[in-house]
């Protein structure tokens, strides 16, 4: 887990502006997004939303504490807003990146960033670590292709909304997150859906790309029989 998925939840933490007491939205209840979530909870956040439509992801969020929106329901900015009193979040995560779906599964590269703008509150701040691409081939229209997206940027200014975006550098928090584990504090593993050996990676892989039930985040040992 220090390897690359806590420290790049916790990175997306870190560039959203998280501090004690805050409310946090995430959107994307995969491994990188669980454990942002996770990371705005030991940070002391006060409500965290979590957005996503599989069932078990959505289900494991809710383990943590954290509000599941499951957007197959509605528009997962009003769902958030209207639990909030008409308020934002005062800070929001990006763990999907260029290939976020609409309800109907069509590619939608901008849809979360855009949600992102319309979920956080003034003057909030949004971390993004899901993945944008400079160039992508199978992209559903030319600008995208380009790593052209048509973002509310003018929504965006009108905030007053603060975005930090780019790869965790792990190293950086690893001493502090390997300590947290060390005292307690911290139990990524929590996060870890099946331990399997090696020669199952093709079919883990496979089942993980389906969001099968269950396959959440694979464990692999390469001396398990």
């Known amino acids: 887990m220090l ?5 790049t939840g916790y990175h997306a933490t870190e560039l959203a502006g998280v501090q004690p007491g805050e409310t946090v939205t995430v959107y994307g209840a995969g491994p990188v997004g669980i ?5 705005a909870r030991l940070k002391g956040a006060s409500r965290i939303f979590v957005v996503d439509h599989v ?31 008409g308020y934002g979040t005062d800070r929001g995560v990006d763990a999907v990146g260029y290939q976020a779906t609409a ?15 319309g979920t956080v509150r003034h003057t909030g701040g949004i971390g993004v670590v899901g993945l944008y691409l400079p160039s992508d081939p199978g992209a559903p229209d030319e600008h995208s292709a380009k790593g052209e ?37 911290a139990e990524p593993g929590f996060v870890v ?33």
């Open 3 to 7: 390897a690359d998925i806590f420290p």
């Open 193 to 225: 859906s099946q331990e399997l050996p090696l020669k199952d990676a093709p079919d883990a892989y496979d089942r993980f790309d389906r969001r099968e039930e269950g396959y959440s985040k694979v464990v692999l040992h390469p001396g398990m029989g």
């Open 149 to 185: 997206l048509l973002v509310k940027m003018g929504r965006l200014f009108e905030k007053g909304q603060s975005i930090g975006t780019g790869q965790a550098d792990a190293k950086r928090y690893a001493h502090r997150l390997r300590d947290l584990i060390i005292a307690g504090r």
């Open 55 to 85: 069932p078990s992801r959505l289900n494991l969020a809710h383990d943590l504490g954290a509000e599941p929106i499951n957007f197959d329901d509605g528009d997962p900015v009003e769902q958030i807003t209207d639990a909030l009193g």
């Open 35 to 39: 454990m942002a979530a996770y990371s």
């Open 103 to 117: 309800a109907n599964g069509e590619e939608q590269p901008a849809t979360v960033l855009n949600q992102l703008v």
